[in-house]
Structures are given as C-alpha cells and as structure tokens.
C-alpha cells in the first residue's frame, strides 16, 4: 500500500511518516506535502500514485478542501484534525475516516483497518457538499464579558492566555487584566485560531505573543514563562510536547 502525507507542521508529518512504518510493514511513504498547491501537482505527476492519503484539514495555504475541488482524488482519505467539527463532516461525507491530533497508535490502526475493509475512494461530491462554505472555520475575533453592571469587548488580539482554577475559567489580557469566561476550555479550543493559540493543557490556553521561553523540565516536559506572569503553573502536557514545539516553528 502506497502512503501520500499531506501536513504542513513538519514535526508531525515526520512522526506520522515513523508511526506508519514502524506499526504498518506493507505500507510504504511515497510521497509528504504541505500545501494545496504542492498536493495538486504532486497529483497530477504520473509517476506518482498513493493508494491511501493521510490528509491535514488546515494546510500552508488554504484548507484539504479545495485539493478535491481542483483534482480528482482516486485513493483512499484519511482525514487529520485537530477539530471535530471538520472530523464529523468528512466522516459522514464518506471520507473512510479521520483523526483527531495527536494521532494516537490505536487510533491510527483502527483508521487503516477501515480503509482496508471499505476499499472505496471517498464520495468527494457528497464531502464537498457536507463541507459547503463552513470548510475554513469563523475563529472568534473577541470576547464579550461582564464585570458588575460593565460589557466590555476583549479582542482576541489583547489575550494572553485562558486557564482554569477553581473550577472557573479565566481570560487574562495582555495588560494582566482578568475576567471570568463561562465558556468550557474545549469550546474555546475549538473557537480559536490554533495559528496564535495552543491548549498546552486541559487547563491552559496560551497565545503565541505572551510566551517569552520555555524550560524543559525532567520527564520531558516543558515550562512556558509567559507575560504577564500567570497564576497557575505553565507546563505543557506531555503528549501535547512534540505538536507544541512544532506549533512553535
């Protein structure tokens, strides 16, 4: 079986490429894009031919989406997201399946397994209309709290980081301003641009601006130093570590 890695985060297309060929002897890597672009023309080169697709939702320059759009994709897909709300749709479409990052073992081979029972390529017309204009995601632009009888809007621009503590959940501006959010921290995952924000724990959301360095710790663990200085401890998650340093780059 012929493998294509479409991932722009190299990290994670690399970690990707070693989970296949260590976990999966007759599945061979012939070819890692991106980008659209890239994946296109890698398409359209006769010499090359994937009989499965390992496909990341948000590329270098546009999102999968427009890859079916402009080419016609005879190989199994498998979709990989960070989004279940992306998930969902290309599952439902007929997409064989999806991953959600980090891509686990157990859920890479139960992935594989399906395309090796289904042996059909993807309905990309029945994807296409599941997906519609919804295929790039409306990120929040601000937040709307309420301190006493005040509303005041929160650009996603002066946001330095969200945690929990308490069993509330704090946004905190880059100003050190903090205001209570009663808003879940899986919702805002999924609200925010994951280009400026990263869930480094259940419990913590920071925004690339507020991080000043990071500390490794032993057990491979990191520290973030953030400003300004936040009041629960900053360290990222171990399986989050390697997507972390990769979103970093």
Same mark, same amino acid.
């Given at each position: 079986?012929?493998?294509?890695?479409?991932?722009?985060?190299?990290?994670?297309?690399?970690?990707?490429?070693?989970?296949?060929?260590?976990?999966?002897?007759?599945?061979?890597?012939?070819?890692?894009?991106?980008?659209?672009?890239?994946?296109?023309?890698? %398409?359209?080169?006769?010499?090359?031919?994937?009989?499965?697709?390992?496909?990341?939702?948000?590329?270098?320059?546009?999102?999968?989406?427009?890859?079916?759009?402009?080419?016609?994709?005879?190989? =199994?897909?498998?979709? $990989? $997201?960070?989004?279940?709300?992306?998930?969902? =749709?290309?599952?439902?479409?007929?997409?064989?399946?999806?991953?959600?990052?980090?891509?686990?073992?157990?859920?890479?081979?139960?992935?594989?397994?399906?395309?090796?029972?289904?042996?059909?390529?993807?309905?990309?017309?029945?994807? %296409?209309?599941?997906?519609?204009?919804?295929?790039?995601?409306?990120? =929040?632009?601000?937040?709307?709290?309420?301190?006493?009888?005040?509303?005041?809007?929160?650009?996603?621009?002066?946001?330095?980081?969200?945690?929990?503590?308490?069993?509330?959940?704090?946004?905190?501006?880059?100003?050190?301003?903090?205001?209570?959010?009663?808003?879940?921290?899986? $919702?805002?995952?999924?609200?925010?641009?994951?280009?400026?924000?990263?869930?480094?724990?259940?419990?913590?959301?920071?925004?690339?601006?507020?991080?000043?360095?990071?500390?490794?710790?032993?057990?491979?663990?990191?520290?973030?130093?953030?400003?300004?200085?936040?009041?629960?401890?900053?360290?990222?998650?171990?399986?989050?570590?390697?997507?972390?340093?990769?979103?970093?780059?």
């Amino acid at each position: 079986m012929k493998a294509l890695i479409v991932e722009d985060e190299v990290m994670a297309r690399n970690r990707l490429a070693r989970m296949l060929t260590s976990g999966f002897p007759d599945i061979e890597v012939t070819g890692e894009t991106s980008s659209v672009e890239d994946t296109i023309n890698w %398409l359209r080169n006769p010499s090359n031919s994937a009989d499965i697709i390992f496909m990341d939702v948000e590329l270098s320059d546009g999102d999968c989406f427009e890859i079916f759009r402009q080419e016609k994709v005879q190989a =199994k897909v498998i979709m $990989t $997201t960070a989004y279940d709300r992306y998930a969902v =749709k290309a599952f439902e479409a007929g997409s064989v399946d999806y991953l959600l990052k980090p891509v686990g073992d157990a859920e890479l081979r139960r992935a594989v397994e399906r395309c090796r029972e289904r042996g059909a390529a993807p309905d990309v017309d029945a994807l %296409l209309r599941a997906i519609g204009r919804q295929a790039r995601p409306a990120y =929040k632009e601000r937040f709307v709290v309420n301190v006493g009888e005040q509303i005041i809007p929160v650009s996603v621009g002066d946001i330095a980081f969200f945690y929990s503590k308490d069993k509330y959940n704090w946004l905190v501006g880059s100003d050190g301003s903090h205001y209570i959010l009663d808003t879940s921290m899986d $919702t805002l995952e999924e609200e925010l641009d994951p280009k400026r924000f990263f869930r480094i724990s259940r419990g913590c959301i920071v925004a690339m601006p507020a991080i000043r360095s990071i500390t490794r710790m032993p057990g491979g663990r990191l520290r973030v130093i953030a400003v300004p200085e936040p009041p629960i401890d900053m360290t990222v998650a171990r399986a989050r570590v390697e997507d972390f340093l990769a979103w970093l780059e």
